[in-house]
């Protein structure tokens, strides 16, 4: 599985961005896809994922509601709607893929190289 994620950028507080993760070499419809952060210093952190056919999805909690994942099997692709961003989600930003939520949250076998996000204030 090859994972490309794309998306990232400056962005003011309070604004919005949409990152995308492209997945090839394996059907994306069978696998869990999601999204990991890490920022200089701290180890890299869950922040959403979702199943194959989109049924289960998870977030950190601190996401509370502010980011969005999903998926669109036809276009190979997973997305992560950020809004109301705020500086302390200044971080890469890394999409992973594993066969389960389960294993992909614990573990992923998949990794792809991250989009930088910086939240200005």
């Known amino acids: 599985v090859q994972l490309q994620a794309s998306g990232g950028g400056l962005v003011q507080a309070g604004g919005s961005l949409r990152l995308s993760c492209a997945v090839s070499?394996?059907?994306?419809?069978?696998?869990?896809v999601g999204w990991f952060r890490q920022t200089p210093g701290k180890e890299r952190e869950f922040v959403a994922a979702?199943?194959?056919?989109?049924?289960?999805?998870h977030y950190a909690d601190f996401v509370k509601g502010r980011l969005t994942i999903s998926r669109d099997n036809a276009k190979n692709t997973v997305y992560l709607q950020m809004t109301s961003l705020k500086p302390e989600d200044t971080a890469v930003y890394y999409c992973?893929?594993?066969?389960?939520?389960?294993?992909?949250?614990?573990?992923?076998?998949?990794w792809g190289q991250g989009t930088e996000v910086t939240v200005s204030s």
């Open positions: 979702i199943d194959w056919g989109g049924n289960s999805i």
């Open positions: 992973a893929a594993d066969r389960t939520i389960a294993v992909l949250t614990a573990t992923p076998g998949y």
């Open positions: 070499g394996r059907t994306i419809s069978s696998v869990a």
